[in-house]
């Protein structure tokens, strides 16, 4: 929960692989838990055809639906309000950091005020982002706006101290040497299943304090509240449930583990060069570029290359929190970047049974994505009633689930397997369970 455990894709791509592209093109993502895939494709959109792309988003978790919400409005922000380097560094901070620097911690008041604004007012949502749609029930959408009002209050909220309980249950007799653990997991899983651009002292930090990526220059202190889990109202307060998330394998692979420039791959004597941490910067600066001006990045190589522990000489990382800070907010918000024949709809995942009901979704859908964790609403009926001619079944692979082994992946392939061949019409591409990130098919062929 809160990152995805398989690298970004861009889905015109896959689908321009399959075949050519349809002049207008929708998307169903089930359990995506972050929205890697949707900045990718949006990114990349000016390498292909022009065409109309529809995202149809679901998920079971609301909580995740509020961080894609948080993270697209980030990703989408123009240039003119706030530059790319910050851009970049405020979505690392918010998408894989228990703690945040104070400015950062204003910026998510800010967001998140807006962000009640946007699902309570739908005029207010068409004028900042006319291409957002939010199709949720209305307890789901009071739930959200809980969650919101939750990240712009001053209800007590030590991530810190949340984040460490679960690692104690998690590791049990071995907390007291952790750090063993951790290289274990780093060396022996992580690494052998091509995790290797994440360094030895990123992970070990990550995995003690819930902080992934680190800066020289910057100094955390405040809870992410944005990685709260199951917010109750009480009264004018709230209850919640802390923090709930991934914690093995952390929020490098979605971005982190390749680019299209080699220099960021390189490693010697079985260092590497850059960081996990640099390879996302450098990728997410890309996306964020390309998606605003629809050309080539051009990357000017400024990090923290081969500064090696220094770079995680932090603090002793305490939570520092004397309340809510609202001097940055915008009541107005900013209006996003323009994206033209572009469009992104949340739709409660209930509506996935109905869509059998509905002869507008019959034939409907290009491209139909799948959480690993979402299997379990794999209905072989619904997906090729659903699906168009040619179209293509992405599911996702349990690879960087660290604590799986080759039986647990083996039994997930079997899962998989059972799961599309109840479909009459399809082929499918290779697939190894232990090197692929996705199983693929082609449906109605």
């Keep these: 929960m809160f990152w995805g455990l ?134 789901e959408r009071d739930y959200l706006e809980n969650v919101f009002k939750f990240w ?19 590791l049990g007799v071995r907390y007291d040497s952790k750090m063993g653990a951790f290289d274990w997991d780093l060396n022996m899983r992580f690494h052998n299943v091509g995790g290797k651009q994440v360094c030895n002292q990123e992970y070990k930090h990550f995995r003690s304090t819930g902080i992934a990526f680190t800066w020289l220059e910057s100094e955390v202190s405040k809870s992410n509240r944005s990685f709260v889990c199951g917010v109750i109202p009480n009264g004018e307060t709230f209850v919640h449930y802390g923090y709930l998330g991934e914690m093995q394998t952390g929020p490098y692979v979605a971005y982190g583990l390749s680019c299209e420039d080699p220099n960021f791959l390189k490693s010697t004597n079985g260092l590497n060069s850059h960081r996990c941490t640099d390879v996302t910067e450098r990728n997410l600066r890309q996306y964020f570029y390309e998606i605003h001006n629809n050309k080539e990045y051009g990357h000017t190589n400024v990090n923290d290359l081969n500064l090696g522990s220094a770079t995680f000489l932090l603090s002793e990382n305490k939570v520092v929190d004397y309340g809510s800070v609202v001097d940055l907010t915008n009541r107005n918000g900013h209006k996003s970047i323009n994206l033209d024949n572009v469009k992104i709809k949340f739709i409660t995942l209930s509506k996935l049974q109905s869509m059998k009901y509905k002869s507008e979704f019959h034939n409907f859908f290009h491209v139909i994505y799948f959480g690993s964790a979402y299997l379990k609403y794999f209905d072989a009926k619904i997906v090729e009633l659903i699906s168009a001619p040619n179209s293509l079944l992405l599911i996702e692979n349990q690879i960087f689930v660290l604590n799986f082994r080759d039986q647990q992946l083996e039994e997930h392939e079997k899962n998989v397997n059972e799961k599309v061949e109840a479909i009459t019409n399809f082929s499918a591409f290779p697939f190894d369970v232990k090197k692929d990130h996705y199983a693929k098919y082609v449906l109605k062929v």
């Design 6 to 139: 398989t690298p970004a894709l861009d889905l015109q791509e896959e689908l321009r692989i399959n075949g050519k592209c349809p002049k207008e093109i929708n998307i169903l993502i089930i359990g995506g838990q972050d929205c890697r895939h949707v900045i990718k494709t949006l990114a990349f959109r000016y390498r292909h055809e022009t065409v109309t792309i529809n995202f149809y988003i679901m998920e079971a978790v609301l909580e995740t639906i509020s961080k894609q919400l948080l993270l697209l409005c980030i990703a989408l922000e123009p240039e003119e309000d706030i530059s790319l380097i910050l851009k970049t560094r405020y979505f690392m901070e918010l998408y894989g950091n228990t703690l945040i620097r104070p400015i950062v911690a204003k910026y998510l008041t800010a967001k998140a005020i807006n962000l009640i604004d946007m699902i309570t007012d739908f005029k207010h949502l068409a004028k900042l982002m006319p291409f957002l749609e939010i199709d949720l029930k209305f307890k």
């Design 152 to 170: 712009c209050s001053s209800d007590e909220f030590d991530v810190r101290t949340s984040w460490d309980t679960r690692l104690r249950k998690h």
